[in-house]
């Protein structure tokens, strides 16, 4: 079975690095093409092609290129009302001949569509009526009846993530434009959400200076996030973790002559309050820390505690 496996990866590892020589300047005059369009990018394909179609579709609309999937045969019985003039199709079919593919053809040029084929024969009838042809010839397909749509469907896949990637970059796509495209997602949440929309505000672990050993411990157990702030709102001193704890009671177990002073860390952790989750957190993870003080922008003064492991 491990060897089939192989078989198979090499198989289409091979295909694609044929269809990757292939690759010539039709490829940036597509770009080009999408880049200058004012409409979508509408990807039609039917059967495995069209499983691939939705995939190609997803990627664009997600990385910047306003797009949709369109099935054929939804297409010819009434959903070519979706496509305007001003869109550029994409249609998929490795043989180049695909009937309901083909059926659509006249309504296209009639709407003066620019058509964009992605097929494995630039001699069929799909090539032949596209502005611009991408060739995705193959080896072979990775099936053993050479029947099966493997190694074709993977080089359709591969040129449409290409094609999306190419557009990425010619926009400058970056890591905030994708977040707000996922805004559900954890790379969203990083990206677009705020330290204060996250952060802890209320009932926040305040100890004074001379406070006890006992009342250290109650304030760090009622505030509920292994810490306590010493000093106040508009002026911290330090703060001392439950780590700070354990190690000042290996270094003198006798907690009468224990002293907040001693026992805090005086230089403790500040992001503002507006910086973005994702910087606030890549600044944790420098520091090798799961808590920070939040401030409101004036140093030592402190708006809210913000934990990586709270979130």
Known sequence: MKEIAKRVFNTEIESLRFVADAVDDNFTRVVEAILKASGKVIVIGIGK????GKKIAATFASTGTPGFFLHPGEAFH???????????????????ETDEVLKLIPFLEWNKNIIIGITGNPN????????????INIIQEACPLDLAPTSSTTAALVMGDALAVALMESRNFQHEDFARFHPGGSLGRKLLVRVKDLMRADNLPFIKEDASFTELLLRMSE????????G?????????????????????????ALTIPEMMTKT?????????????????IEKKITA?????????????IYQIYNQ
């Open 49 to 52: 092609s069209g499983i691939i």
């Open 78 to 96: 009434g959903d070519l009302g979706m496509v305007g003039r001003e869109d550029i199709i994409i249609l998929i079919s490795y043989s180049g």
């Open 124 to 135: 069929s009838t799909i090539a032949k009526n596209s502005n611009f042809h991408l060739n």
């Open 223 to 230: 505030g509920r996030l292994g810490m306590v702030i010493v």
């Open 232 to 256: 106040d709102a508009r002026h911290v001193k330090g703060i001392i973790t439950d780590g700070d704890l354990r190690r000042a009671l290996v270094r003198n177990p006798d907690t009468a």
């Open 268 to 284: 403790p952790v500040f992001i503002d309050e507006n910086e973005f989750i994702h910087n606030a957190e890549q600044v944790m």
């Open 292 to 304: 920070v003080l939040v401030s409101s922008g004036t140093e030592r003064n402190v708006s809210g």
